[in-house]
C-alpha cells in the first residue's frame, strides 16, 4: 500500500514536471511564444494555434495534480493555525491554471478587450492576490524554523512584487520572465511543503487516531 506521505510527494513532483513541461512546450509550438515577453495564458489564448491541446493536455493536469498534492498533503503538514488557512490558499493557483485554459484570454493577454479577458483578468487578480497571502500566512507557523519563515517571507514579498510589476508598459518585454519568477516561488514552496513540511510522524498520527478503540489495543 502507497503511503499518504509517498502519494503526496509523488503529486508534487508531477505537478512541477507538468509546468516545466507545459511552459517548455509554448516554445517549441507556440509560434510568438516568448519565456521574456509572455504570460503562460497566452499558451491558451482565445483562436490562437494549439490553444485547446494546451488548455486540455497542459493546464487541466497541472491544476488537478496541484489541487490533488494539497488534498492529499493536508493531514500531514505540520502548521497551525493562521498557517493553515495560507497553505489551503494555495488551491488559488490551480484555480489559476484553470482559469488560463478555460478563461482564456485574448491573443496577448492585454489589460482591456472581451468579456472573456475581462474576466480572465479578474479571476488571475483574485488567485494572485490569494496565493500570496497563503504564502504569508504560512510564514507565521510556530513549528517552522526561522530560516524556513525568513525564506516564506521572502517568497511572497518576490510574488508580490512581480505581480505588482508585471502589469507596467516599460516592463512589457519582461513580464513573461517575471512571471517565470513568481513560478519559481510557487514551485519552491510546493517542494518545501512536500518535503520539509508533510513527515512520517504526523501520517502515522493521524493512522492511529482514524482507528477505533478496539484497533488501538
Not at 107 to 123: A, R, V
Not at 156 to 179: H, K, N, Y
Request: glycine content about 8%; charged content about 10%.
Amino acid at each position: 500500500m502507497v503511503s499518504r506521505l509517498l502519494l503526496a510527494r509523488v503529486l508534487a513532483l508531477a505537478a512541477l514536471l507538468a509546468a516545466v513541461t507545459v511552459v517548455a512546450l509554448g516554445s517549441v509550438y507556440k509560434p510568438g511564444f516568448s519565456q521574456f515577453s509572455s504570460y503562460i495564458s497566452e499558451l491558451a489564448a482565445e483562436g490562437s494555434l494549439h490553444a485547446d491541446a494546451f488548455a486540455v493536455y497542459g493546464f487541466l493536469p497541472m491544476a488537478l495534480l496541484l489541487a490533488a498534492f494539497l488534498v492529499v498533503a493536508a493531514p500531514l503538514v505540520r502548521l497551525d493555525g493562521a498557517s493553515r488557512i495560507g497553505f489551503w490558499l494555495l488551491l488559488s493557483q490551480a484555480l489559476s491554471y484553470m482559469t488560463a485554459g478555460f478563461v482564456p484570454c485574448d491573443p496577448g493577454c492585454p489589460m482591456q478587450g472581451s468579456l472573456m479577458q475581462q474576466m480572465h483578468n479578474l479571476l488571475g487578480l483574485v488567485t494572485s492576490l490569494a496565493t500570496g497571502a497563503g504564502i504569508f500566512l504560512m510564514a507565521s507557523a510556530s513549528t517552522i524554523s526561522t530560516l524556513a519563515r525568513t525564506g516564506l517571507i521572502l517568497g511572497g514579498i518576490i510574488w508580490s512584487l512581480t505581480f505588482v510589476l508585471m502589469p507596467e508598459p516599460a516592463l512589457v518585454e519582461w513580464r513573461g520572465f517575471l512571471q517565470r519568477i513568481a513560478e519559481t516561488v510557487l514551485w519552491l514552496v510546493v517542494l518545501y511543503i512536500a518535503f520539509a513540511l508533510t513527515s512520517e510522524t504526523v501520517e502515522e498520527d493521524a493512522e492511529r487516531a482514524s482507528r477505533s478503540p478496539m484497533e488501538q489495543r
